[in-house]
Structures are given as structure tokens and as C-alpha cells.
């Protein structure tokens, strides 16, 4: 495992998930064709065809990966996967193992989600639209890590034992309707607009009340109002009651 070899040129090259679309992009001007990572979707369908057991059926791992190969990355043409369905015949390397795949996948809930009460930071902080799904497991990936419905994420610019499978096919658009949710935009929303916001006696109706009361008692007409460190707003819209 410590041992200095020559570059290897038939292994996989680990890259980010920018790298993995500039390689596309780079490919796809070669080719003449657009060409980018395989949808999460596609990717499952890869499985279904070219694998079709999943790893709990599996006497010995079909690829890379669990450690039962080596401790290593591999060279990319060593296990073939061959289609049994819509590809009967066709061959695929690594379609499980050796390194992860990106994908063009966000990570975000399926229908049904539900946070596990012993593990609830490990899905949720991935929700972000900054992580994308990535697929296959590599040589050391273990326990349920490249069964067909694992679903792992780093942040685009990670590296992690992950390589590129590309496709030729029109581009995809895998970020429509996802809703970006950030933890603060969130606290604070809901401290404005939520339960906690809908009183009389609530912090910005209590705020926006006293600046009223002050610029009456000083006799300030409110024309313009500035609401510094307005956060998502509650403050500004009870001003805009009363503001000309």
C-alpha cells in the first residue's frame, strides 16, 4: 500500500465534481456532442442492468470494493459487467467499485424522508444544493456502501476516491424546483413569521411599535425607514404599515 509505483495510466483518475464537468465539458468539444455525468436516475438503471444483485446477494464482490480485491484503486478494465436486459451483451467496467461516480444529482429527500432519531446530522446537512449523489462505492467502500440505493455526497470540491463515468446525451437539469434550505434563513423565519411571530408582543412587532413611538415623541416623520440587520424582514414590513 506504501510502495512507489510508475503512474499508472489504466486507473481511474480521482477528481472533484468540477473537474468531472470540465472533463465533460472538454469531451463533449472533442466529441462535437454534449456530453456529462450520468443522473442519479441513469445511474440506478446502470445497475439494474449491468449488475442486477444487489450486494447483500453477492458471494463475492463483482468488482473493487469491500476490500475483497486489493487495497486499492485498480486499473479500469479488470471487472466487466455484462448487460442482461436492455444491453444483453454490452460491456461496462466499474459499474460498482474501484472509485465512486458523480452524478449530476443533488442530494435532497425522497418521498417518504424521515430524519433517524440516532443519526440525525448525517442526510440533512447534505440538503443544501452544494453536495451532489455520488454512486458505486470504491475499493474500501463497506457495509451498505455500494448497494444500488446508498445515497452519499460530498461538496463539489471534495475528493474522495471518486472518479468520472460520462454519457453522451442531452443535458439534464437536476436542480429544477430544489429548494435550497440554509439552517439561520431558517431560524429566522421562523422567529418572524412562525407561531413565535404571529403575537402582538413578538420581538420585531415590538421593535417596529418602539421605533414608531420614539419618531412620534421626537416628532420625525417616518418617511423612510432603514432596518439594518433586517434578516428576513418581519421588522420592515410592520415599518411599512406606518412608513409613507
Known amino acids: 500500500m506504501a510502495e512507489e509505483i510508475d503512474l499508472p495510466m489504466s486507473w481511474p483518475c480521482e477528481v472533484n465534481q468540477h473537474e468531472a464537468k470540465a472533463f465533460c465539458a472538454w469531451k463533449g468539444e472533442q466529441l462535437g456532442r454534449e456530453v456529462r455525468l450520468p443522473t442519479e436516475a441513469e445511474w440506478s438503471l446502470l445497475f439494474d442492468d449491468f449488475v442486477g444483485r444487489d450486494q447483500w446477494e453477492w458471494e463475492e464482490a463483482p468488482g473493487n470494493t469491500n476490500l475483497e480485491k486489493f487495497t486499492s484503486s485498480c486499473p479500469v478494465d479488470m471487472f466487466a459487467f455484462t448487460g442482461m436486459r436492455g444491453n444483453t451483451g454490452a460491456t461496462l467496467y466499474d459499474v460498482v467499485g474501484n472509485v465512486w461516480q458523480h452524478t449530476e444529482t443533488p442530494t435532497g429527500p425522497l418521498d417518504g424522508f424521515r430524519v433517524h432519531p440516532l443519526y440525525d446530522d448525517f442526510s440533512m446537512p447534505t440538503f443544501d444544493g452544494d453536495h451532489t449523489v455520488q454512486k ?96 428576513s424582514g418581519r421588522t420592515s414590513f410592520e415599518l411599512a404599515r406606518v412608513a409613507e
Not at 456502501?145 to 442531452?170: K, L, P, S
Not at 421562523?190 to 419618531?215: I, N, P, Q, W
Request: hydrophobic share 40%; proline share 2%.
Open 136 to 231: 458505486g462505492g470504491c475499493w474500501i467502500a463497506t457495509g451498505n456502501e455500494a448497494t444500488r440505493d446508498a445515497r452519499f455526497a460530498f461538496r463539489r470540491h471534495f475528493y474522495q476516491m471518486i472518479g468520472v463515468r460520462y454519457v453522451v446525451g442531452e443535458a439534464v437539469d437536476e436542480y429544477g424546483g430544489f429548494y435550497k434550505a440554509d439552517p439561520v434563513v431558517d431560524r429566522y423565519t421562523e422567529m418572524h413569521y412562525g407561531e413565535a411571530g404571529r403575537t402582538d408582543s413578538s420581538f420585531c412587532v415590538t421593535l417596529a411599535k418602539h421605533a414608531v413611538a420614539v419618531a412620534a415623541a421626537e416628532e420625525v416623520p417616518l418617511r423612510l425607514v432603514a432596518d439594518i440587520g433586517c434578516r
